[in-house]
């Protein structure tokens, strides 16, 4: 009969108050062979990892030379990102006895951290984790085939193109180079921005299409009056087709957002959710850790794609191609060429948008336009452990935000537009709030509990600690704390004035300016075409969501996602007729 040894939950805790020095196993390297096999007490181990969101804990049951079962016990990483190799890891791990996996690309830090963790119980085991190794190899499809329609990235936009061209009786491959689908969509939390929907008209919403259009275009001056109007008069369907194919949304504050919890995931994981379910029944060919690198081109018609994995490159031969890409964020070459005083800041995009679809899109003889269109928020703060974490709960919920003088300086509440001018103010500053937002909102609670923010018994004593100016700060709260008994704010035109800094203690959190999308791109019509520089079209060459120039600069992303994704696939799966 094995002994069975199971570590507390306290002394869990009381190493991960420790920072894991005690709990975390040394990695084995070439000069620590791994010793052999039988060195373990067996037994069942809580072993701990340092995830991207707080520590995943695991339970290993192990043999004397061999894993027997791992089992998460808990964990906090981003749904749809962070949950995939917690998914996958367990079963590959037994079945192959090994830790030598490939990371998840996308998801490299919650990766890391449960293979850490596994280690972690095999070392209070007596064993040495390097005992298990040997690689193993990634089954993906590395021959050449052929399609009808193939899609280039597995966002929000793509995956909406795959399943409206399969809708149409289409073999369509969808490629993700990433080892996850989702791209961008998974980190939005922002709303659908749709009208006209059927909650919508329920709820007796009478606003139009052309007004929305119309909102839109003052927003957003450099949109066409076209792309508008075919956003606005789609979203609405759009909407409701995402709701018949499973995601989570409702209406609230008039703008369409997730009903989904904190653990099924937010605004946009809901909606990467349904596409990826929806991907399945409708007979997509989903191939991630799949590179497209090249379009083929015969006689300056799209002939296929050329796709990289580990495995060995292949093509596939196809009639119609969606490039639905993603941004270049996540390409800071990219982003210095276009926007030079933006390039030594950070990317909160999916780590998969670099720019390729771009690059190959312009081979083949597209043209690029407004790619100095990007986009950069204000609304990050990092950890020190390198993590960084989107603070518009904050903002949306009260707190105000200064710059390094302890000074307001633009509408707190102004959304996307403030960024330049807080790049223009050095890219950074604090959020400032009282104890309100930490006991009555859930996100900021969290937050708070991952010690990101300072905190201290007075306004003065909270200045002392940032290294702003004191005074400076406590008459930016008082002058703050006038405009909320007044119910307006005289400088900057705030709507949202709740915050009365009567609830000690006091916050401040660190926020920085990170480039948080790019939308100029690859030049498109209304029908998704891709676009040479003479205005002519590419037969058989579509593009869509961020990766396109599409007319409507940035304007509800997740919405523009969906509904011209779905143009997109729709036109693809016609031109192959």
């Not at 002394?11 to 108050?17: D, I, K, R």
């Not at 969101?53 to 894993?67: E, F, P, W």
């Not at 917690?86 to 830090?109: C, E, F, H, M, R």
């Not at 003889?365 to 989107?390: H, P, Q, S, W």
Request: with cysteine; aromatic share 6%.
């Amino acid at each position: 009969m094995k002994k069975t040894k199971v570590i507390s939950i306290l002394a869990v805790l009381l190493c991960l108050t420790l920072g894991l020095s005690g709990c975390t196993a040394a990695p084995a390297g070439a000069g620590n062979p791994a010793p052999e096999k039988g060195g373990i007490v067996p037994g069942d181990y809580l072993g701990v990892g340092n995830g991207r969101n707080g520590s995943i804990v695991v339970k290993v049951t192990l043999g004397a030379d061999s894993i027997d079962a791992v089992k998460v016990v808990s964990e906090k990483e981003t749904y749809n990102t962070g949950s995939v190799p917690i998914k996958q890891y367990p079963d590959l791990i037994v079945q192959n006895q090994t830790l030598d996996l490939d990371v998840v690309s996308g998801a490299t830090i919650s990766s890391a951290a449960f293979l850490n963790a596994v280690r972690n119980a095999i070392t209070q085991a007596g064993g040495d984790p390097a005992q298990f190794a040997g690689k193993v190899a990634a089954d993906v499809p590395h021959e050449d085939t052929t399609a009808d329609v193939v899609v280039v990235g597995a966002g929000g936009a793509g995956m909406t193109a795959a399943i409206s061209a399969a809708n149409e009786g289409k073999k369509v491959i969808l490629l993700e180079k990433l080892g996850i689908v989702g791209g961008t969509s998974n980190y939005s939390i922002e709303s659908f921005g749709a009208i006209g929907d059927k909650t919508h008209v329920a709820l007796g919403s009478d606003v139009t299409p052309q007004e929305q259009a119309a909102t839109l275009a003052k927003q957003n001056p450099k949109g066409t009056a076209e792309a508008f109007s075919v956003l606005t008069g789609n979203n609405g369907a759009a909407a409701d087709w995402l709701r018949s194919i499973g995601a989570q949304l409702t209406v609230a504050g008039g703008q369409i957002s997730s009903t989904a919890s904190r653990e099924v995931g937010e605004f946009g994981n809901t909606i990467v959710s349904a596409l990826k379910a929806e991907c399945e029944k409708a007979g997509v060919d989903v191939r991630v850790n799949s590179k497209a690198t090249e379009l083929v081109m015969k006689d300056g018609v799209v002939d296929g794609v050329k796709v990289s994995t580990k495995l060995g490159d292949y093509t596939i031969s196809a009639k119609a191609v969606v490039i639905a890409s993603g941004g270049f964020g996540a390409n800071k070459e990219m982003v210095a060429e276009y926007a030079p005083t933006l390039k030594d800041y950070k990317s909160s995009c999916s780590p998969g948008g670099t720019g390729d679809g771009h690059l190959m899109a312009q081979t083949a003889g597209a043209d690029l336009k407004n790619m100095d269109y990007i986009r950069v928020n204000f609304t990050y703060t990092t950890a020190e452990n390198g993590y960084f974490y989107y603070m518009g709960s904050l903002f949306n919920t009260g707190a105000i935000f200064v710059n390094k003088d302890g000074q307001r300086f633009v509408n707190d509440q102004g959304g996307y537009g403030v960024g330049p001018q807080v790049v223009a103010q050095g890219g950074s500053g604090w959020a400032i709030f009282d104890n309100s937002l930490v006991a009555g909102v859930k996100d900021v609670r969290e937050y708070e509990k991952l010690g990101l923010f300072v905190s201290a018994d007075s306004i003065e004593e909270l200045a002392d600690k940032i290294g702003v100016n004191k005074e400076n700060l406590v008459k930016t709260i008082n002058n703050y704390k006038g405009y909320v008994a007044a119910g307006k704010d005289e400088e900057f035109g705030r709507a949202m004035l709740n915050m009365t800094f009567d609830e000690a203690p006091y916050y401040a959190a660190p926020m920085t300016c990170r480039v948080q999308g790019t939308f100029g791109g690859i030049d498109t019509d209304v029908n998704t075409q891709v676009l040479k520089a003479d205005g002519t079209p590419i037969p058989g060459l579509f593009a869509a969501g961020e990766c396109a120039n599409d007319g409507t600069w940035g304007a509800n992303p997740a919405a523009v996602n969906v509904v011209f994704g779905r143009i997109a696939g729709q036109n693809a799966a016609a031109y192959v007729k």
